[in-house]
């Protein structure tokens, strides 16, 4: 086991997460995953962190500080990237978690999402190829033929191709029923794409032999709105000749942050495309990959939050200023600035949020694991939470690392403004938070009559009855309301009404959500001794009595039908 303690991410939270609470080894008696056993597990986080660690970490800054450019014919990326990508690939990581008749190694999804979160935590912008890839590749094995499985999955898992999913247009954005996108039938049954797509991540460069684009477009004479669309596959080049495929690079996105990882726009102009699945199945197939990228998304979320807190507590412990308030010698040394309430403070409460964010990706990553009608219904419920919840919280946590920090934190020397502006993007990107919000109360709570929202809330209510009645009952109360809450803002059954504050509703629902996984971790630690399990004790009782008490004047706004947000003029703006 690698014992050096790291400032990328922890392995011992790690190992207490898959181990002590979620059981991970007991997966082995599943017959998917009877080859592996603790060891192999170990074996997989061991070799994650140590590329994540020799081959991401070192050039995280490089690729920030100097972006991908175009010349109006090609893409130059820093050598380092195609070199930790091409590591990556040989490691075997990439085919780890698919079937053993595809050359995978049926690695659980709860251990390969720990393995992988070491990459985000590295290089979130470096990660990002691979992370798309992997979700083209799966969307492809699921959906796709075995032809196209072969011809265009087979390269992506040998690290040869990388993939993208080629949603949003500059005029629609999120809004993808305004798809405008056309597909031509060919005389072949082959189709043609023409039209252009924006924000697309790794949607051009020169670090694999190809690309291939997963484009949502509408074939010709097919109906308006969504159920109009259809999903094809479009590589960069064509397979056979190597010629360019009529996908032109129009230009590149200039970002705030995930600085390394082109962002593009592209232009199809007849390029030649393959049918994923028929026709008009498009966004069912691309939710494949979508939901697969937002969890991916709060895992990056989670990732660099972590490492932002790691590097600020190292930070913290070094740094000499000040004394206490009862130190009245000018002349006595100062302290370390972790022995500084307020330092405390931003330190206690981003422990909070990246363990209890980390805790939040690998629970559903392990549903994953133990598919049943009513696993799948709680992951569908939570994936809003999953995706929204790291985005804002574990960001803060970046934030309290810069404050921690003071002004170097603030200065392009230290690596914590980095990390605050790579995770800034997770708020906006798989669908924003406020879809998010949206797609919670909207759909997942109310889908099956309620029945997501009470298996969660059962779940919750579950754990909460075991804990110390100080913890449990304050989680217990808010389960309540919430239910209370969702019930009242449904009682009429009016969308507008009922959805003018979900952003509030799933801000509510992901504290809770965290108190209740802070319960969970409370009582795996019971009877364990020393720091570490002291911190977990101490960060569960913090997020029970400083954090979970936000929900309340939340749940008092949607509890009061106040809709000044539907009816307010927008002329009143200024």
């Given amino acids: 086991m690698v014992a050096a303690v790291s400032k990328v991410l922890s392995r ?21 995953f009877a080859e592996h056993s603790r060891e192999t597990f170990d074996a997989f986080l061991d070799v994650s962190q140590q590329i994540a660690e020799r081959d991401f ?56 999402r720990a393995c992988f979160l070491w990459f985000q935590a590295a290089n979130t912008a470096t990660s990002a190829y691979a992370m798309l890839t992997a979700g083209n590749a799966h969307l492809l094995l699921t959906h796709g033929t075995e032809e196209q499985i072969r011809r265009y999955v087979q390269p992506m898992i040998e690290g040869r191709f990388t993939g993208t999913m080629c949603l ?23 189709y043609r794409i023409d039209g252009g797509k924006m924000w697309i991540s790794g949607g051009d460069h020169e670090l694999s032999e190809n690309i291939i684009h997963l484009v949502l477009a509408r074939v010709e004479g097919a109906p ?50 393959e049918l994923v699945g028929e026709e008009g199945r498009g966004l069912a197939y691309m939710f494949h990959m979508m939901n697969e990228a937002r969890i991916g998304v709060g895992s990056g979320a989670v990732a660099l939050g ?34 500084h309430p307020d330092v405390r403070r931003m330190l206690l409460a981003s422990k909070s949020y990246v363990e209890g964010g980390l805790a939040l990706v690998l629970y559903a990553a392990k549903l994953l694991d133990e598919p049943s009608p009513e696993n799948d219904l709680l992951l569908d419920t939570l994936t809003p939470i999953v995706k929204a919840w790291p985005s804002q919280w574990c960001r803060l946590a970046d934030d309290h690392a810069i404050q921690v920090h003071g002004g170097y934190g603030y200065t392009r020397e230290y690596p914590v403004e980095q990390f605050y502006r790579d995770n800034r993007l997770n708020s ?31 779940r919750i209510r579950a754990t909460a009855s075991k804990a110390p009645a100080e913890l449990g ?27 003018v504050n979900a952003t509030a509703y799933l801000d509510a629902a992901g504290h809770l959500v965290i108190a209740w996984l802070w319960l969970e971790q409370l009582l795996a630690a019971e009877g364990g001794e020393g720091d570490f399990y002291q911190g977990k004790r101490l960060a569960a009782r913090y997020f029970v009595t400083h954090e979970l008490p936000r929900i309340g004047p939340m749940l008092d706004l949607l509890d009061s039908g106040d809709t000044l947000l539907r009816d307010m003029d927008d002329a009143w703006l200024g």
């Fill in 473 to 499: 009952g304050p989680v217990l109360s808010a389960a309540d309301r919430l239910a209370a809450t969702t019930a009242k803002l449904w009682a009429t059954g009016d969308p507008s009404s009922a959805l």
């Fill in 12 to 32: 011992r939270d790690l190992d207490f997460l898959l181990y002590e609470w979620l059981g991970a080894e007991s997966l082995t008696a599943r017959e998917r």
């Fill in 57 to 112: 970490a070192p050039h995280n800054r490089a690729g920030d500080l100097t972006e991908p450019t175009f010349d109006g014919e090609k893409v130059t990326i820093i050598p380092e990237v195609s070199r930790a990508l091409r590591v990556f690939a040989e490691s075997g990581l990439p085919a780890a978690g698919m079937d053993a008749e595809h050359g995978g190694l049926q690695l659980p999804h709860v251990v390969q």
């Fill in 224 to 273: 308006a709105g969504v159920k109009g669309l259809s999903l094809f596959i479009v590589p960069k080049r064509n397979l056979e000749t190597g010629e360019r495929n009529g996908v032109v690079l129009a230009g590149l996105n200039h970002k705030m942050g995930y600085r390394g990882t082109t962002n593009a726009v592209l232009a199809f102009e007849g390029a030649a495309a």
């Fill in 306 to 339: 972590y490492t932002g807190y790691l590097h600020a507590l190292a930070y913290a412990r070094e740094r000499l200023q000040g004394r206490p308030v009862n130190g009245k010698d000018p002349l006595a040394p100062p302290v370390p600035i972790v022995e």
């Fill in 428 to 458: 906006i990107h798989e669908g924003t938070d406020g879809i998010q919000a949206l797609d919670l109360l909207g759909r997942k709570v109310t889908m099956r009559g309620g029945a997501g929202l009470g298996l969660l809330l059962d």
């Fill in 168 to 190: 949003s247009e500059p005029q629609a954005g999120s809004s993808l029923s305004d798809v405008t996108t056309k597909a031509t039938r060919q005389a072949d049954g082959t």
